[in-house]
């Protein structure tokens, strides 16, 4: 195992690393050990099989080998027992355990070899020690019923015997629900679980939204990078994060019931409380022609600063959209929904009482362009991206990797959209129809490459020239460029 720090004491810029360390304990998906490389992660269609255990696969025999050493030679015969249960058994089913029972067999394994793991800068430790100096749930949550059943898994359904009394395993249990993570591959799909120490992420502030670092994965290898200036460090309690997929599409509302529902507390961050979210929320003035910014929370009550005009009417009209839109999301499935925000977009801009770049407008927004596009409504689609864009830079600047996924998420969607528009429905246009889409396919393909190219250049800042995240962008970039510079260049030849 590897583990490396910064220094404790010093400053950060955004894009610096600030951690990076390997699993204490992992497990993967048992739908992923049939196509990734059980050590590096990486997907391969010529895997070498362990011999021993019959489960894990290798992309070549420097993996294996490496794996070998560090871990698969505490770990292959009681792999090789669970094995038969873990290859049956659906992810739906590995979804339903809070601790996986065969992380909880490995673990209960190393602990009773007394396996030990050498830590830059603290040594040998063993794996016993370096569990006890993880956090424990502040919650004390009841944990005792649900950790004999996971053994009685463990020895009815895979026929292991941890080698622990219960009443000794108990304490170490605790810790590793409270402390496990999704490891999620480069596609953003979960590809297994990990314990990670000895600075885990439970040592952070968890935050709903307002992160001053992000985490992501190198293979199982755990990174955290700054996303913003962090002037002194002195230990992971000066860290934010989240582990809230894309909180920039929640309302605050929704953000705060996922948070109480992942920690049992409600969120304290700036970006959480009534005051912010009625600024990002803004109103516009009743009085025609006043400027001014009326946020949507009690200050609406109060006179406008510049015209001295009320506003309680309006702040009236945008809760009860807030309540529609929970109720939309709650109450209707996919397939129907995308109607019902369509009536809640058009009814918000109709009343006209939110500013342009108001976040709430953002988020219905984004339901309704994602909407269009899988409609081929591509002219209705790329206008309201070009709308989601300005918001995403005016609201949070900062918050870089969402940025970044939206802009080439916009981008790679416009070249798809565009690309089969001008296959299917070019020939059935009228003159003046073709003259519009040639109008629009100019600005199009300058502000797809123009969307890809800013992304790309994000993820090297965050996460660094060679990684994953960065690489990607560059693919989708290229690709961009590829596709869309002979329509572009085609069309600037008919001007």
Request: hydrophobic letters at 35%; one cysteine or more.
């Amino acid at each position: 195992m590897e583990t490396s720090l910064s220094d404790s004491s010093r400053s950060y810029s955004s894009g610096d690393q600030i951690m990076s360390c390997d699993p204490l304990v992992w497990l993967m998906y048992s739908t992923g050990y049939k196509k990734r490389c059980a050590y590096c992660f990486q997907e391969s269609q010529e895997l070498r099989t362990c011999s021993g255990c019959q489960l894990h696969r290798y992309c070549n025999s420097a993996c294996q080998a490496a794996d070998w050493k560090v871990e698969h030679k505490l770990e292959c015969a009681i792999m090789k027992k669970i094995r038969k249960g873990s290859e049956s058994r659906s992810p739906d089913e590995e979804d339903s355990w809070s601790v996986p029972p065969e992380i909880t067999a490995k673990l209960a394994n190393k602990i009773r070899l007394n396996a030990m793991m050498d830590i830059p800068g603290m040594g040998q430790k063993s794996v016993k020690d370096l569990l006890l100096m993880l956090p424990a749930n502040p919650a004390h949550l009841d944990v005792e019923q649900e950790m004999h059943s996971v053994l009685r898994a463990m020895k009815s359904k895979y026929s292991v015997v941890a080698g622990l009394p219960a009443a000794e395993f108990l304490p170490f249990y605790e810790i590793v629900r409270y402390n496990i993570l999704t490891i999620y591959g480069s596609q953003g799909m979960p590809i297994g679980f990990a314990v990670y120490p000895p600075a885990p992420p439970r040592r952070m502030a968890p935050v709903c939204w307002d992160i001053n670092v992000v985490l992501h994965y190198r293979g199982r290898r755990l990174v955290m990078h700054a996303v913003e200036v962090i002037p002194e460090y002195t230990g992971t309690e000066n860290l934010r994060y989240t582990d809230t997929r894309e909180p920039f599409c929640l309302t605050r509302e929704a953000r705060r019931v996922r948070f109480e529902e992942r920690y049992g507390c409600p969120c304290t961050c700036h970006r959480c409380t009534e005051e912010y979210d009625g600024e990002i929320n803004s109103l516009r003035c009743v009085t025609v022609g006043c400027t001014s910014r009326i946020p949507s929370d009690s200050r609406a009550h109060g006179p406008c600063s510049e015209c001295g005009a009320i506003n309680s009417d309006r702040l009236m009209h945008f809760r009860r959209f807030l309540e529609d839109f929970t109720f939309i999301r709650e109450h209707y499935t996919m397939t129907f929904h995308g109607k019902k925000f369509t009536d809640l977009c058009e009814e918000v801009d109709a009343t006209g009482i939110l500013q342009p770049d108001a976040h709430f407008r953002y988020i219905c927004g984004l339901q309704l362009s994602r909407k269009y596009f899988d409609e081929n409504r591509f002219e209705d689609g790329w206008r309201a991206t070009q709308e989601l864009i300005d918001i995403v830079r005016k609201i949070h600047p900062e918050y870089s990797a969402y940025r970044a996924r939206f802009l080439m998420s916009a981008g790679r969607s416009s070249v798809a959209a565009l690309s089969q528009r001008l296959s299917n429905e070019r020939k059935r246009l009228s003159k003046p129809a073709k003259r519009a889409l040639d109008a629009l396919v100019g600005q199009v393909c300058h502000h797809a490459i123009e969307y890809c190219k800013e992304a790309k250049n994000i993820l090297v800042k965050v996460y660094g020239q060679e990684s994953k995240e960065a690489q990607k962008a560059s693919a989708v970039f290229e690709d961009a460029i590829v596709k869309l510079h002979p329509i572009e260049l085609a069309f600037h030849r008919k001007k």
